[in-house]
């Protein structure tokens, strides 16, 4: 059983940056692809961004490519999502996720495919 606890959110104006953190215990964390979903105000939830096992492979959504970065440090059981020239579309409540995969340089970009989820930090832009 994996738990997964999100920080860093908060409120930044337009052309700002945060850093998300989620950081994960109970389960051996270099087994589980990672990624980050986010979810606006009537809207329903979509997917952001997602990292490997290892690390060596990412992939994003077109909407924040080139302005949102995802990584992890497995020695620390936390992954990381950079947020660079944020806008206020990108107000949401942003959630991490874990599935564990056998191959190292898997992505899983299907919200149904996800076994563990955190309970999302708040990030807030104003324009």
């Known amino acids: 059983q994996v738990q997964l606890v999100e920080s860093g959110g908060g409120l930044v104006q337009a052309g700002g940056s945060l850093r998300l953190s989620c950081a994960a215990s109970?389960?051996?964390?270099?087994?589980?692809?990672m990624c980050w979903f986010r979810q606006a105000p009537g809207k329903e939830r979509e997917f952001v961004a997602a990292?490997?096992?290892?690390?060596?492979?990412?992939y994003q959504t077109d909407s924040v490519k080139g302005r949102f970065t995802i990584s992890r440090d497995n020695a620390k059981n936390t992954v990381y999502l950079q947020m660079d020239s944020l806008t206020p579309e990108d107000t949401a409540v942003y959630y991490c996720?874990?599935?564990?995969?056998?191959?190292?340089?898997?992505?899983?970009?299907?919200?149904?495919?996800?076994?563990?989820w955190g309970q999302g930090t708040q990030v807030t832009v104003s324009s």
């Open positions: 996720a874990a599935k564990a995969v056998p191959a190292p340089r898997d992505i899983v970009t299907m919200e149904y495919e996800y076994n563990y």
């Open positions: 109970g389960g051996t964390f270099s087994r589980y692809a």
């Open positions: 990292i490997s096992r290892s690390g060596t492979n990412t």
